[in-house]
């Protein structure tokens, strides 16, 4: 029955509205590859505190932070005042490779880890974070989280592609992890989206493993109805307690329109020509 249905062209045509509404109407607001700068050099529209510079190669430029200390923050921060301005948009997305090499937490569960943040005014206790930390979830594991306030904790309870069912999902369960180097991401970059929705504080991340892309995990969550100004930021940040080498690429921020009218219309138009093809037999 459901087959039969989608094979109608006006069903099709009604998909295929929906499908490609955000694509075509959504504005990018930011873009960043950080092509074009020499080994050291920090990106035009960002600050950084200390310890992060553009590192060059072969393969193209990657934005990198440094962290051997243990007892301090290293944070570079973009800053929403010099780019497009994001406050009219309904939805944003943010988006962002991660690799992370050698992490070394020395706290099991504490908030000092490797995170992006989204704060979306200049108000500091409204953030967002992604973030790679550790816990003890069937021994202490390294993991992906997300979740908001200042300095989210990881756990079981925020852990990307995890469920207490059915444990971790394939490529992200990055392994055991005590007081001693490990290999962080073990050599693999991850590509992370982050959808927020202004007016409903809904936010979907979506985490694609870019050295195999079969291996997917999808987390949503509840956060304050916000809106993004020009006083906010993207903050990328080394954490205290935590050491090692973090490595970002393909930042981009981009305004999705709310397509809900849109695709309401697209909706009727085509279920108003499948009720005509039907009377016409």
């Known amino acids: 029955m459901i087959d039969s249905i989608l094979r109608k062209p006006a069903i099709l045509v009604a998909l295929g509205t929906l499908a490609l509404l955000p694509a075509a109407k959504g504005k990018t607001l930011y873009s960043e590859d950080f092509s074009g700068y020499l080994d050291g050099q920090t990106p035009t529209h960002w600050t950084t505190?200390?310890?992060?510079?553009?590192?060059?190669?072969?393969?193209?430029?990657?934005?990198?932070?440094?962290?051997?200390?243990g007892g301090q923050y290293y944070s570079s921060t973009l800053k929403f005042s010099e780019i497009d301005d994001p406050a009219e948009a309904s939805i944003l997305t943010f988006s962002f490779d991660l690799q992370v090499e050698n992490y070394r937490g020395l706290s099991a569960g504490g908030v000092g880890t490797f995170r992006i943040t989204l704060r979306p005014d200049n108000v500091t206790d409204e953030r967002y974070s992604i973030g790679l930390g550790y816990a003890n979830i069937s021994g202490n594991t390294l993991f992906f989280y997300a979740g908001a306030g200042t300095s989210p904790t990881p756990s079981a309870a925020n852990a990307i592609g995890y469920d207490a069912d059915n444990g971790f999902a394939e490529g992200f369960r990055l392994g055991a992890i005590g007081n001693q180097p490990v290999n962080g991401t073990r050599g693999n970059s991850y590509h992370f989206e982050l959808t927020l929705d202004t007016g409903t504080g809904g936010i979907t991340v979506i985490t694609t493993n870019l050295s195999d892309p079969t291996q997917i995990a999808t987390y949503s969550d509840q956060w304050q109805p916000i809106a993004v100004t020009k006083e906010g930021s993207l903050i990328f940040t080394t954490?205290?307690?935590?050491?090692?080498?973090?490595?970002?690429?393909?930042?981009?921020?981009?305004?999705?329109?709310?397509?809900?009218?849109y695709g309401l219309i697209g909706i009727g138009m085509a279920l108003f020509g499948l009720k005509l093809r039907g009377r016409s037999r």
Request: proline share 5%; glycine share 12%.
């Open 49 to 69: 505190s200390s310890n992060w510079g553009v590192v060059t190669s072969g393969r193209g430029n990657s934005y990198v932070a440094t962290d051997s200390d």
């Open 239 to 261: 954490g205290v307690a935590s050491q090692g080498k973090m490595i970002v690429n393909h930042v981009a921020i981009a305004a999705i329109p709310e397509p809900s009218v």
